[in-house]
């Protein structure tokens, strides 16, 4: 039996909510009391406040608040005013969200396979599923990583697609072109979206998301559509959605904004120390990073070497060492039992496949000490 350290005196934890709130705590205070005092709880100052905030972060978008990440994805779509049955290609390798956006509102999401290091979608593998009802592409920035931003802008652009963002993992993160221009994720397509969930790297206190969009007038049309399809009270020019950021939540993310960069720097630290720590193993593969992109770390997702069951031995390992992990994510959206209408089987979409059986990925939040980071590298290389 391989000899540990012993573990480290704090439990270690997938996300550390209160640790990482508790040096702010007396900040969420006090935007938490403003919120109550001026009882203005949809729509109140704070929510266009956030909105101005998270613009300037973002270099310069206009930022659209609302509900949470999976309506800003249905509303993205719904700006682009596709007719029923219009496809939408997406990742066969996400969450479900990005295909269920598509689907609820009668369009047809179209998987494609992704590419086998950076998880993101494969550019070529895009362009082989466009046909002549393709409407829109959306690109997840996987992990916190940039999707090869500069070759969906130029196939989209090619055929007359619309490019939407699904950048809920990667805010924050930027893409250089090949002519040396920075690109901030989210803010290259149509539209981008993002979800404030409270796992995510800027998370609420509850469900929140927004959109981006360079374009003024789609930005107003988008607010239009997340508040009823309206522009003034009771008179409704478009079918829309009841979906707002309430201000209570723009409030308490407003304060977390202003520490989004170090949370970011630190997530990178404890990245890099887990690849110091990992990186010369055979049977485990730290996540690659594409050089054109920073990488935000929403995750950290380790690959483990394709045979039956060891991916899920190494989990089992870590858990029976106070080590948690995660699979994201175990099977892939064209397989899922909601999706089979879709027509689609085992096989088409190998690489996706293959991941669902080989990623695990390991804690990665900013509170993270070195003392927990050595003894969860040490973990897995007793495994490995």
Known sequence: MPQFPLPPSAPIQLLDLRAQHAPIRAELDEALRQALDEAAFIQGPAVQQFALELSEYLGGPHVVPCANGTDALQLALMALRLPRGAEVIVPAFTYVATLEAAAVLGLVPVPVDVLPDTFNLDPQAVEAAITSRTGAIVAVHLFGQCADLEALRAVADQHGVALIEDNAQAIG????????????????????????????????????????????????????????????????????????????????????????????????????????????????????RDPRSTHVFHQYTLTVADEPGRRNALQQHLAAHGVPSQVYYPLPNH???????????AGQFPVAERLCRTVLSLPIH?????????????VVRAWA
């Open 173 to 288: 993160a930027t893409f250089r072109t090949s002519r040396g221009e920075f690109w901030v994720a989210g803010t290259v397509g149509e539209v981008g979206t993002t979800s404030f969930f409270p796992s995510k790297n800027l998370g609420g206190f509850g469900d929140g998301g927004a959109l981006f969009t360079r374009d003024e007038a789609r930005a107003a049309y988008l607010r239009q559509l997340a508040n009823h399809g309206q522009t003034r009270k009771y008179h409704h020019e478009y079918i829309g959605l009841n979906s707002r950021l309430d201000t209570v939540q723009a409030a308490l993310l407003r304060v977390k904004l202003r520490y989004l960069s170090q949370w970011t720097a630190a997530r990178q630290h404890v990245a890099a120390s887990y690849d110091a720590a990992l990186a010369d193993l055979q049977t485990i593969s730290v996540p690659a």
């Open 366 to 378: 900013p509170t993270l000490v070195q003392e927990q980071l050595a003894y969860v590298a040490d």
């Open 335 to 345: 397989l899922q039992p909601a999706y089979q209408y879709l027509g689609y089987h």
